[in-house]
């Protein structure tokens, strides 16, 4: 009798998936991922650049709604598609490529609605400093690896930042303070 009230119940919650999976462990995949970014200029046009690849890693745990982000990229891959330009922007009074040579994005807090993954919460680290991030996301989405047996999961997420935050104020307020970010990220199931 002891016996059934034990696997009864353990059964019903099996069915109905609400026994707590475990966390899964996400690849970024360098070649796919990338930071864009936006800036005004002088009010009538837009500065567009990006920089990547970007590395790192994602544990999701869908079931409970959890997750940790880990990104970085090298400030000098910066790429506008002007050479003269993209080397002004390593200048020590921008991204300072040579003192700081990697950006960083560490996240903890990450939102769900139902199982839908809806804004990353975490701290990105430019020029040796750190301020709050969150990133919106546009779409994200999972997929059975076609290759191998396994999962791919990718997406796209939208934030900004002030420039000046981080202590790159160059050119205030003539190019804007305010920086529009899209992180594009794909990670393959399990290490790289």
């Given at each position: 009798m002891t016996r059934h009230r034990i696997l009864l119940p353990l059964c019903a919650a099996m069915a109905f998936g609400t026994v707590a999976a475990e966390p899964t462990f996400y690849t970024i995949d360098p070649e796919r991922s990338m930071v864009h970014f936006e800036v005004m200029h002088f009010g009538i046009s837009t500065i567009r650049g990006r920089l990547g690849a970007v590395s790192g890693g994602v544990t999701l745990d869908r079931s409970a709604g959890r997750g940790e982000v880990h990104l970085q990229f090298a400030t000098a891959t910066v790429d506008t598609g002007v050479r003269v330009f993209d080397a002004r922007l390593r200048?020590?009074?921008?991204?300072a490529s040579g003192e700081f040579p990697l950006a960083y994005f560490v996240a903890t807090q990450l939102r769900f609605e139902?199982?839908?993954?809806?804004?990353?919460?975490?701290?990105?680290?430019?020029?040796?400093?750190?301020?709050a991030l969150s990133l919106h996301t546009i779409r994200f989405a999972c997929r059975p690896d076609g290759d191998r047996s396994g999962e791919v999961c990718g997406g796209d997420?939208?934030?900004?930042?002030?420039?000046?935050?981080?202590?790159?104020?160059?050119?205030?307020?003539?190019?804007?303070?305010?920086?529009?970010l899209f992180v594009a990220v794909q990670g393959r199931r399990g290490p790289g």
């Open positions: 200048e020590p009074d921008l991204l139902g199982a839908n993954l809806v804004e990353v919460r975490g701290e990105f680290t430019l020029r040796g400093v750190s301020q997420f939208e934030g900004h930042f002030r420039r000046s935050d981080f202590g790159m104020d160059f050119g205030l307020p003539f190019v804007a303070d305010r920086v529009r």
